[in-house]
């Protein structure tokens, strides 16, 4: 069976730019998630999506959304692109959407802002 | 507000030996755990969880511990090896399903 795929893979954007990341989850997975890596914060949860529905969200300005289609996939688009939203963006997807549901990563999306 | 923490920055073991890595949470609500195992420019993978009415998991070389009075888990990898050497998160979530990650800590299995 097929991973977590996220594309592109790289990307490099100016500010005040916007950016659109996809995100393909397991075949037979419902629940994507997004997360954003960087040095100084961690693994943070942006939010997630079950049955293209947002279920939960991060504590992240509005710049900042998602959404998910009837086959899963997802993409999470941010706006007025700042420097500090350079990172890794990751996806994850689950089975499930709830408790004790384990997520499996994808490969994330570097994001380059200059 | 830091829920989850890993209070080990890195670990340097020698290959063969045990690797004993550790985490602590705060959030009450918390009822799984997660450990992840990440390189550099790549996504987390997923090793070993644990639910919290378990005080161990085992698959393979990786063991969990949960201690729920204490707040704390433990990942033990024995026999450590070489290829281990990564990143380790450890994380929480509730019944909304949203992981919260430690600031995990850089496994080194020397040869």
């Known amino acids: 069976k097929a991973g977590v795929t996220q594309t592109p893979r790289y990307l490099i954007k100016t500010r005040g730019q916007q950016v659109t990341l996809s995100c393909s989850p397991i075949s037979g997975h419902r629940s994507v998630s997004w997360y954003q890596q960087t040095p100084g914060q961690g693994l943070q949860f942006l939010f997630e999506y079950f049955s293209e529905t947002q279920r939960n969200k991060g504590n992240f300005p509005g710049r900042f959304s998602g959404r998910q289609f009837s086959n899963s996939r997802s993409e999470m688009n941010v706006s007025t692109l700042e420097l500090g939203d350079s990172a890794l963006y990751l996806c994850?997807?689950?089975?499930?959407?709830?408790?004790?549901?384990?997520?499996?990563f994808g490969p994330g999306t570097r994001l380059l802002v200059l | 507000d830091q829920q989850v923490k890993q209070n080990s920055p890195s670990l340097s073991v020698q290959e063969g030996r045990i690797s004993i890595l550790n985490c602590d949470y705060t959030n009450s609500m918390f009822d799984y755990f997660l450990w992840y195992k990440k390189y550099p420019a790549e996504g987390p993978t997923f090793l070993i969880s644990i639910s919290s009415i378990k005080d161990k998991n085992e698959d393979g070389r990786f063991t969990v511990f949960l201690n729920k009075s204490a707040k704390h888990l433990s990942l033990h990898i024995v026999p450590s090896q070489p290829g281990d050497s990564a990143v380790y998160f450890c994380a929480g979530s509730s019944n909304t399903g949203k992981l919260i990650f430690g600031q995990g800590t850089t496994l080194q299995v020397k040869p």
């Open positions: 994850a997807s689950g089975q499930a959407w709830g408790a004790q549901e384990t997520q499996y």
